[in-house]
Structures are given as structure tokens and as C-alpha cells.
């Protein structure tokens, strides 16, 4: 067709009848990426929750905790790190993958829920990702230029997080075994 993609893209969907879809090729990727991460985080999520009742049977005398003090309600992993004994909060939040499944649930939120509030929120988890983290992220094998700010996610972050979810699921286990 000789056409920019922007304008195929258009014409498919008009001509598809289409909707709500975007004409900017980049802006669909991104949303595809930010997809990603959003699926694979309730997978990880759903996980995670399997893991809290398991602790929770076996430690029947803590009273598990899932709002604080005025009612600020604790996603899944905060619930375990939250009602977990002192040495396993630290090996829960000690490694950096601990900050960067945050920044991606951060991320997840933001592509679910469109605001400038969960924007911020996403954006302040990834400045949070010291030059350290950075580094270690580095360190994994086949994963290149992960993590990137929101609104510039790649495949690279959707592998980073799938490998730091592979790794720390086996600390969720330890602690929860």
C-alpha cells in the first residue's frame, strides 16, 4: 500500500470496524508489553496467595493481618512480608527483585487503572530501583536494558520479571514451607 504504519494500522481497524483501537504502532506495542506484565502478574499474584494460606495453616497462632491501621488494605505479598517473623521479612524483602516485582505491580496497576495518580505511583516504584538493583538486573543472563521506566516497557522488562519472579518464588517457598 506504500502507506506509514500509523495509517495502515487506521485503515485496518476502520475497515475492521474497530473500535477503540490506537493508531500509532508504538503506542501498541506498549500496550502489548504493559499487557504482559499485567497477566503475568496475576498469575504471580493468585501464587502468592496460595502461599499465604499455606503459612497461614502452618502458624495458626498469628492473627494474619490484611488492612492497617486505618484501613489501608495489603496486596498479597505485603500480607505475607507483614505477618512473616522478623528473619523471614528480611529474606522476603532483602533482594532487589523484592523492589522490582513491586515497580511491575506498580506497572500493572497504571495499565489497568488510567490516572495520573497509578502513573505516579508506578513511576516513583521504578525511581526507587537503585543504581544497585540496576546492576544486578544486568547480571541476568539473556535479559538486556531491563527495567525501563512505564511508558517505555519492551519485551526485555516482561523477560526480566518472569526470570526475578522465577527467582524469588523460591524464597516465597523457603519461607513459606
Not at 474497530?18 to 503506542?27: A, K, L, N, W
Not at 528473619?87 to 516485582?101: C, G, I, N
Not at 506498580?106 to 495499565?111: E, K
Not at 521506566?149 to 514451607?177: E, H, S, W
Request: contains cysteine; hydrophobic residues 35%.
Amino acid at each position: 500500500m506504500n502507506a506509514q504504519m500509523n495509517d495502515y494500522l487506521k485503515l485496518l481497524y476502520i475497515s475492521n470496524n474497530i473500535p477503540r483501537g490506537t493508531y500509532s504502532f508504538d503506542e501498541m506495542r506498549e500496550r502489548t508489553y504493559a499487557s504482559f506484565i499485567s497477566l503475568t502478574y496475576t498469575m504471580f499474584e493468585k501464587t502468592i496467595k496460595h502461599c499465604n494460606k499455606i503459612y497461614q495453616q502452618k502458624n495458626p497462632a498469628i492473627a494474619w493481618t490484611t488492612t492497617l491501621p486505618g484501613g489501608a488494605a495489603l496486596h498479597p505479598l505485603e500480607q505475607l512480608t507483614y505477618n512473616a517473623t522478623a528473619p523471614q521479612k528480611q529474606a522476603l524483602t532483602a533482594p532487589p527483585e523484592h523492589k522490582l516485582l513491586e515497580y511491575y505491580r506498580r506497572v500493572r496497576i497504571a495499565s489497568v487503572h488510567l490516572d495520573v495518580s497509578t502513573l505516579q505511583a508506578a513511576e516513583l516504584a521504578f525511581a526507587n530501583l537503585t543504581q544497585a538493583d540496576h546492576q544486578h538486573f544486568q547480571s541476568y543472563v539473556h535479559i538486556y536494558g531491563a527495567p525501563n521506566p512505564p511508558g517505555m516497557l519492551t519485551f526485555q522488562d516482561f523477560k526480566l520479571y518472569t526470570r526475578a519472579i522465577k527467582y524469588y518464588i523460591n524464597i516465597v517457598n523457603d519461607v513459606c514451607a
